[in-house]
């Protein structure tokens, strides 16, 4: 023990001699604004140009010395090697599409550094490669992952939108599906969601936003966009529009508004939608398929905004539709599209304690995925040959868990659905008519041994009493004495479920002896519609409220203790990190920013941060202006305040959270933070929004700086080193007892 303090303070010694010194902070030049009697200044406004080069040259001092300081933790090198040995025992296989008999997935195997196009039958039998994204790799550094797919009614092509390097500048492709080969048909500013293919299978729908004019602004980029119909083969310049922005003054909608359309084989009748930014409820049309193949198609409003419509299917003549109108957990309703109203609709699945989450249509009726208590239920409501509803039926099973996808062939009986927990590893299992439940073997048994570790799910109380979910993960063997470092995650908006996850990564965190906590904020939606508009706009402070309260429950239940104690948020959930780091400094030894929304107030005036004002509000109104100010981290940071030690990160390509708005909160953190704790911005010049359309190797690099930092700042030996800027610890002189 003696020897392992006296090499551990040497090794400390020599790595904080070899960091370079700390970056000069960057420039100030303030902003000021005033708003409804509220005057603020922006100390980096000028952030927000692109092509300013002070951001450039923030940007890039900044990431190298974040990386020559991640580099130089003692015990990152070791912690590299477990999370990568964890990660390459691991396939992922999501994505799933059934189509006649054969299953389509995405799939990265254990090793590989992205994700592949799969087939194979559902009766089993080998697997083929259909597409491989790193196909258009031309760079050494380059790689490209899917944003979304979609077959043909007859599984002989495959429409698929890639990207490169976490981007989402969608390109859509078409593949043959049996030869892997592409067809000459591409189409650039193909964002947001798969196509809808026709029964003939040799056109489909697909939405795609105006080319830009130079120097637009930024916020501009995802907007005014229209559904199209592409005929295999045709200059896609030439594809008549069939619904969307700015083309029947009696379907009004926002520039930021999206239009879609969907058909299947199931029904005559074409659904359109419009989705509001990132607001859940949809406005939906409805119009014989046949006639949608032009802007003239007549469309018949069936539900607003205000309807609290979710989703819809349609069989024959029958709409079925998901809602939460007068039901907080949502029910299933039916109409006849020959001419009822939703007026005239009928609830054949009424609303209980179960959350339906989701629907989805196969040959013998709807899967409904519920949610209650925080564990997943799946039920089947029959549908008889003519589209009226029948039954509705329990599907057992295999154990407690979550149910993250379902998926269904509209033509075929059945459901194949993804089951996992906290320390369960995600399995794709089969059901349906005259088939018992069969593990598909899709995706294999995670090597990952979770034995060791168990989960909790308990209750915070909030500062209104509201009794908040919060699960925990930790080892079956730890004693609460206060001792573990813990990292306590939260997200809380749109809606958004976090429902139990299996992370073969997490557990080199785990068996350090760290506890992992999930709160479940309101903003998201684990209690149903009341739990989502329950922080929403004026009232977004419950999530950090909520958040705050799992935080002290940690402490309370002895847990952990500040110092060994950090929060996480990511995307959103920047709302729910920067606050509580602003808001509550004492609580936190450390904290990931990630990815995050930590400026809110100029985030409509980011790329895609106008879809987010539904959520979030506006600052063009008082009611918006009051929300967005109360709760953005950046502009309430105060001089001289010790805050914890920060990993902010982003990526340079982010289309969802700009990365200047990760950057302007790192500046300001570093500007005012009087505890000599250190705030790093990382970043990654070949990626985008976090997770989405990272590779292998970048999500492992992740997550190894990520928990080395973590581990480095709250105190575990085995990573200890002199913070930047401060003296060097004295070395050991003598040994401990």
């Not at 489909?204 to 005929?231: C, E, I, M, W």
């Not at 993960?473 to 206060?482: F, I, P, T």
């Not at 299996?502 to 149903?528: I, K, Q, Y």
Request: glycine share 10%; hydrophobic share 40%; charged share 20%.
């Amino acid at each position: 023990m003696a020897r392992f303090v006296v090499l551990g303070a040497s090794v400390a010694l020599l790595a904080a001699a070899a960091l370079p010194p700390r970056p000069a902070p960057p420039a100030v030049r303030p902003v000021t604004e005033t708003h409804f009697g509220v005057t603020v200044t922006d100390p980096y406004r000028y952030f927000e140009n692109p092509k300013d080069p002070g951001l450039a040259a923030y940007f890039k001092a900044q990431s190298t010395y974040t990386r020559a300081v991640l580099d130089a933790i003692p015990g990152r090198a070791a912690l590299a090697k477990r999370i990568a040995e964890l990660d390459n025992q691991t396939e992922s296989v999501s994505g799933f599409q059934p189509v006649g008999g054969t299953y389509f997935y995405e799939k990265r195997p254990p090793g590989a550094n992205t994700t592949r196009l799969y087939a194979r039958a559902i009766t089993g039998g080998p697997e083929r490669l259909v597409f491989d994204p790193d196909h258009f790799a031309t760079g050494k550094n380059q790689h490209y992952t899917f944003d979304y797919y979609s077959v043909s009614p007859d599984a002989r092509y495959v429409a698929i939108g890639v990207s490169e390097g976490g981007s989402e500048n969608t390109v859509l492709h078409v593949i043959d599906a049996r030869s892997g080969k592409l067809l000459a048909d591409t189409i650039t500013r193909a964002i947001y969601t798969a196509p809808s293919w026709r029964e003939d299978g040799t056109s489909f729908y697909y939405f795609r936003t105006p080319k830009l004019p130079p120097n637009a602004p930024q916020s501009d980029r995802d907007t005014k966009g229209v559904t199209r119909l592409h005929v295999l083969g045709r200059d896609p310049d030439r594809d008549p529009t069939i619904f969307g922005y700015g083309l029947r003054p009696s379907i009004p909608m926002a520039p930021e508004d999206a239009g879609f359309v969907a058909v299947s084989p199931r029904t005559r009748w074409a659904l359109a939608y419009v989705v509001h930014g990132v607001q859940n409820e949809v406005k939906l049309y409805a119009a014989p398929a046949a006639m949608a193949v032009n802007a003239n198609t007549p469309w018949r409003k069936i539900a607003d905004y205000a309807d609290d419509v979710l989703g819809a299917n349609a069989v024959n003549d029958t709409l079925y539709l998901n809602a939460h109108k007068g039901a907080s957990h949502h029910r299933i309703l039916a109409l006849d599209l020959r001419g009822e109203t939703l007026a005239r609709a009928r609830v054949v699945v009424p609303e209980s304690s179960r959350v339906i989450e989701d629907f989805s249509l196969a040959g013998d009726g709807l899967y409904l995925r519920d949610l209650e208590a925080g564990l997943s239920k799946l039920r089947l409501l029959a549908i008889n040959r003519d589209g009226t509803p029948g039954g509705v039926s329990e599907i057992a099973l295999p154990y407690a868990g979550s149910i993250g996808e379902i998926a269904t062939d509209p033509m075929i009986p059945g459901v194949t659905f993804v089951l996992q927990s906290w320390t369960e590893s995600p399995r794709w299992y089969r059901t349906g008519a005259n088939v018992a439940l069969t593990d598909t073997g899709l995706r294999k048994k995670s090597n990952v041994d979770f034995s060791a570790i168990t989960s909790r799910e308990v209750q915070a109380t909030s500062a209104d009493g509201t009794k908040v979910p919060l699960s925990i993960v930790l080892r079956k063997d730890a004693q609460l004495d206060g001792s573990h470092l813990t990292l306590l995650d939260g997200y809380g908006a749109y809606g958004i479920v976090i429902r139990p996850g299996f992370a073969p990564t997490r557990l080199a965190w785990l068996e350090r002896g760290g506890v992992f906590a999930e709160c479940h904020p309101r903003g998201g939606g684990e209690n149903g519609e009341d739990w989502h508009y329950g922080a929403h706009i004026a009232t977004k402070q419950r999530t950090v409220d909520d958040f705050i309260a799992c935080a002290h429950y940690l402490i309370d239940q002895k847990y952990t203790t500040p110092a060994k104690f950090a929060g996480e948020g990511t995307s959103a959930g920047g709302v729910t990190i920067g606050n509580a780091i602003v808001q509550h400094p004492e609580l936190w030894g450390a904290a990931l920013d990630v990815v995050g929304d930590t400026n809110p107030v100029r985030d409509e005036f980011a790329e895609g941060g106008p879809a987010n004002i539904p959520e979030f509000g506006t600052i063009t109104n008082q009611v918006g202006w009051n929300a967005l100010y109360s709760t953005d981290p950046y502009i309430h940071v105060k001089d001289g305040t010790p805050y914890p030690a920060v990993l902010a990160v982003t990526g340079a390509n982010d289309p969802r959270v700009a990365p200047w708005i990760v950057g302007k909160f790192a500046a300001r953190l570093q500007a005012a933070t009087s505890s000599n704790k250190p705030v790093l911005l990382r970043v990654d010049y070949d990626a985008g929004h976090g997770f989405l359309g990272s590779s292998r190797a970048q999500a492992q690099q992740l997550a190894t700086d990520e928990f080395a930092f973590l581990l480095w700042q709250l105190g575990d030996p085995a990573f200890a080193m002199t913070q930047p800027g401060a003296p060097a610890p004295a070395p050991a002189t003598s040994a401990s007892p």
